[in-house]
């Protein structure tokens, strides 16, 4: 079973970062696609940004400019460098992996992290 392992939220005041990881745990699997989401108190869980196995990057408009997603695949893992951060930013933020277990690479398999609580200031 894999686990995916996040870490980096915490509290921020407006205008800072902070920098999230996903790591996923678990042999012989391979991350393909994967992704970040936020679930405000009350709000639905949206989709801020996701990557490609290839790098192809794909981002909410309320971050674009703001939010980097990038992937380091020999380490499995997934990163989300969040800068000029606002309140509206306030959430749980979810790390979602698609992937593939070495020697079944026709199917794949959706996996999501715990949730990390971002707070930012005003």
């Known amino acids: 079973q894999v686990q995916l392992v996040e870490s980096g939220g915490g509290l921020v005041q407006a205008g800072g970062s902070l920098r999230l990881s996903c790591a996923a745990s678990?042999?012989?699997?391979?991350?393909?696609?994967a992704g970040w989401y936020r679930q405000a108190p009350g709000k639905q869980r949206d989709l801020v940004a996701a990557?490609?196995?290839?790098?192809?990057?794909n981002y909410a408009e309320s971050v674009k400019g703001r939010f980097t997603i990038s992937r380091d695949n020999a380490k499995n893992t997934v990163y989300l460098q969040m800068n000029s951060l606002k309140p509206e930013d306030t959430a749980v933020y979810y790390c979602?992996?698609?992937?593939?277990?070495?020697?079944?690479?026709?199917?794949?398999?959706?996996?999501w992290g715990q949730g990390t609580q971002v707070t930012v200031s005003s």
């Open positions: 979602n992996a698609v992937g593939s277990y070495v020697g079944n690479l026709g199917n794949e398999y959706s996996y």
């Open positions: 678990g042999n012989f699997f391979s991350i393909n696609d």
């Open positions: 990557i490609t196995r290839g790098g192809r990057t």
